[in-house]
């Protein structure tokens, strides 16, 4: 998860994520038998992703890892005067297979989308649809990510994910990595992106995709997916077989936040682990009415607006950046 700073000038995302819980303990301010369980959670992480590793290089599953990158603002420019302006966000959210090192980046504009859970919840239900297509063998999916609750842990998600299980008839495992210790695969796409932008003008999302599709050559370029408002889903206004993905409701039953692991079946059940190491235990329902798979309506009918002033000053950015983008910055809807 990323820090963005909300007047959206500066953003902010330490570029070797450090634990809090490493430091504290490092500053003598947690106890050895603390640091010693986050130590364990760790290598048992680190144990789970090299056991995946082998299922899926023997065939068994495919692994996949996702994250987002830190936002990036359009127009980039050198010019000082460009230095105080807000600028339109950009989101990159990437799915990277840990085995065959295909990386596919799904990019949009503030106007195009929002960062709420259907928006995940649809870019992750259409990539692995693609997926079943083109390996119509494997019917088991791993997926890594942070345990960010808007991108990847919550009930929106894990209703959409445990429907497509249920029509496709495959399975999904969805595993959280230790906070502090999030370093993926997708890592690697998010710094070649960076050092491409690095030092460029930029004048356009569209442009922007480009550098992304040239920033990797091998072992072949970016897969990046240009989305507009029409390719989201709303996922959050369906009828829902779990109201909640909390395992329990008494005090000191496990939190959402305590969740290590989801699985999805094609039953239409949910099971959790809160360590790695342990079995899955069903995820106890509580929506009892009869339930009945829909289809999700469009999430956005139409593009979203930026705010009046933030238009503005993309309206003063026209001065840096040549006459025939200034079409786009004409056209973005405000309120
Ligand atoms: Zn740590």
């Not at 950009?90 to 990277?96: A, G, L, S």
């Not at 959409?160 to 502090?180: M, P």
């Not at 897969?223 to 409701?249: A, C, T, W």
């Not at 705010?307 to 079409?327: E, F, G, R, T, V």
Request: hydrophobic share 35%; with cysteine.
């Amino acid at each position: 998860m990323k820090f963005l700073n909300t007047n959206n000038l500066s953003i902010f995302k330490p570029r070797n994520d450090m634990c809090n819980t490493c430091i504290s303990f490092e500053s003598k301010n947690i106890s050895v038998e603390q640091y010693d369980v986050h130590r364990k959670d760790i290598r048992e992480m680190r144990e789970e992703k090299n056991n995946d590793i082998e299922s899926a290089k023997a065939g068994l599953c495919s692994l996949l890892c996702m994250d987002m990158q830190a936002v990036k603002l359009i127009p980039q420019s050198k010019a000082n005067a460009s230095y105080y302006k807000m600028k339109l966000q950009v989101h990159n959210f990437t799915i990277y297979n840990v085995i065959t090192h295909k990386s596919d980046n799904y990019v949009w504009d503030e106007t195009e989308g929002s960062l709420v859970a259907s928006t995940f919840a649809t870019i992750v239900i259409k990539h692995i649809k693609k997926e079943i297509l083109n390996t119509p063998n494997i019917h088991h999916f791993i997926i890594y990510s942070d345990g960010c609750f808007y991108q990847n842990r919550n009930a929106v998600l894990s209703n959409a994910l445990i429907s497509f299980c249920v029509v496709n008839h495959i399975t999904i495992e969805h595993k959280y990595l230790v906070v502090g210790h999030t370093q993926m695969e997708c890592d690697s796409t998010h710094s070649l992106i960076q050092r491409k932008m690095n030092n460029k003008q930029i004048n356009l999302p569209s442009q922007l995709v480009q550098l992304m599709k040239d920033a990797r050559k091998n072992p072949y370029p970016l897969v990046v997916h240009h989305l507009q408002h029409s390719y989201f889903l709303d996922y959050e206004n369906l009828p829902k077989r779990y109201s909640s993905i909390r395992p329990g409701n008494k005090v000191g039953d496990p939190t959402v936040n305590m969740i290590r692991a989801l699985a999805y079946d094609t039953t239409g059940s949910i099971y959790y682990k809160t360590c790695f190491k342990d079995e899955y235990q069903l995820l106890p329902k509580r929506t009892t009415r009869n339930f009945e798979i829909q289809q999700p309506n469009l999430l956005h009918p139409q593009r979203l607006t930026i705010s009046k002033k933030k238009w503005q000053h993309l309206q003063d950015l026209k001065a840096l950046i040549p006459a025939d983008c200034h079409y786009f910055y004409d056209n973005i809807p405000f309120e």
